[in-house]
């Protein structure tokens, strides 16, 4: 059995779809809202338990599951309650560390390319976590398990017998629908398109960068799925790992994406950005992927127009647009 935590959220569900035809399944979540529900239709043989209730189970061993794909968090970039965030995304991750290095269990865990800040020290996964220095308390919060997790390792004490954390950056796929104003710009776009025939998008603040010209490494969610099973499935050395695609490209090559997928010619239109974004945004992301390749990952990532076109058949056919965020 796989045990897969925010099992009812973006990445967590399409890893799900990805390996249930093959494993049986342990997913974990709060209660789900309609639309996290629907994320997990058309699943078979799984079990679902609350995010709480799994850690009691593990205690008691009532629960062994042969890897765990921790993916639940708080994954809000504005979250202000760091007691809030300490609590879901450093402490609970902290407690399935200690039961799998216990029970000999791989732990593949999500952290976040929110950890690598303003980007004044580069996107490299090699980089220390104590050296860098997020923007927002999300980031904070997974830099800081980032951190725990290597003192482990060179204190010497126990650690899972297989773990690695990545790095995610600007996902996007199927299935975000519940994640509202937090969900991918191609998600964003599309509900624009489909309901004003235009996309918005933020002036830049900064004179290096043209309207539209900020730049992201927009990562399709099936990369990201590989990834995470490379890393568990291979013999590659514990640590973190970004998950990119190692391209950096512009919210205007988006945005004309999404456009074309719906054969429609671009309108696109700028607006000022909201105060609380504009103190913590990057203009430039792009991840570093020497590291996992150097490992022998050779998963070739998804070109952008390659995954809009992927994504937009997705949503037309699903109805997943309709869905009201929750």
Same mark, same amino acid.
């Given at each position: ?31 789900l809202?309609?639309?996290?529900g ?23 061993g ?23 965030l ?38 490299? =996964?090699r ?12 980031? &904070?919060?997974k830099?800081?398990f ?7 390792v ?6 899972p017998?297989?773990w ?11 299935r ?17 398109? &489909? ?6 998008l933020?002036?830049?603040?900064d ?5 539209g010209?900020q730049?992201? =490494? ?6 990201c ?16 790992y970004?998950s990119g695609?190692g ?50 990952? =050779? ?10 076109g992927?994504?937009?058949r ?9 869905r009201?965020?929750?």
């Amino acid at each position: 059995m796989i045990a897969i935590t925010g099992a009812g959220g973006f990445i967590g569900s399409n890893l799900a779809h990805a390996i249930s035809a093959e494993h049986s399944l342990l997913l974990v979540d709060h209660d789900l809202s309609p639309a996290k529900g629907a994320n997990l239709a058309g699943l078979s043989r799984f079990i679902f338990t609350r995010h709480d209730h799994f850690l009691d189970d593990l205690s008691a061993g009532r629960v062994q599951p042969e890897v765990i794909f921790h993916l639940g968090a708080c994954s809000s970039t504005t979250e202000t309650n760091w007691n809030y965030l300490f609590k879901n995304n450093v402490e609970y991750t902290r407690r399935l560390w200690e039961w799998c290095a216990k029970k000999r269990t791989p732990l593949i865990y999500a952290s976040s390319a929110a950890t690598y800040g303003d980007g004044c020290r580069g996107f490299d =996964d090699r980089t220390p976590p104590n050296e860098l220095q997020p923007l927002n308390l999300y980031g &904070k919060s997974k830099n800081d398990f980032d951190a725990w997790a290597l003192a482990e390792v060179a204190a010497g004490r126990a650690t899972p017998p297989k773990w690695a954390g990545l790095k995610f950056f600007n996902v996007y796929g199927p299935r975000e629908a519940h994640k509202g104003r937090m969900a991918s710009v191609v998600y964003q776009t599309y509900l624009q398109v &489909k309901s004003t025939g235009e996309m918005k998008l933020f002036r830049s603040t900064d004179p290096k960068f043209p309207d539209g010209a900020q730049q992201r =490494d927009f990562v399709f969610v099936g990369d990201c799925v590989n990834h995470m099973l490379w890393l568990w499935r291979n013999d590659a050395p514990s640590g973190l790992y970004n998950s990119g695609t190692g391209v950096a490209r512009t919210f205007l090559d988006l945005a004309r994406g999404v456009f074309t997928a719906l054969n429609l010619a671009p309108q696109i239109r700028f607006i000022d950005m909201p105060a609380d974004l504009a103190c913590q945004y990057q203009n430039l992301t792009c991840a570093e992927m020497t590291k996992l390749r150097s490992v022998g990952c =050779d998963i070739p990532a998804t070109a952008l127009e390659e995954g809009i076109g992927e994504t937009v058949r997705w949503l037309e056919m699903s109805g997943e647009s309709t869905r009201a965020a929750a």
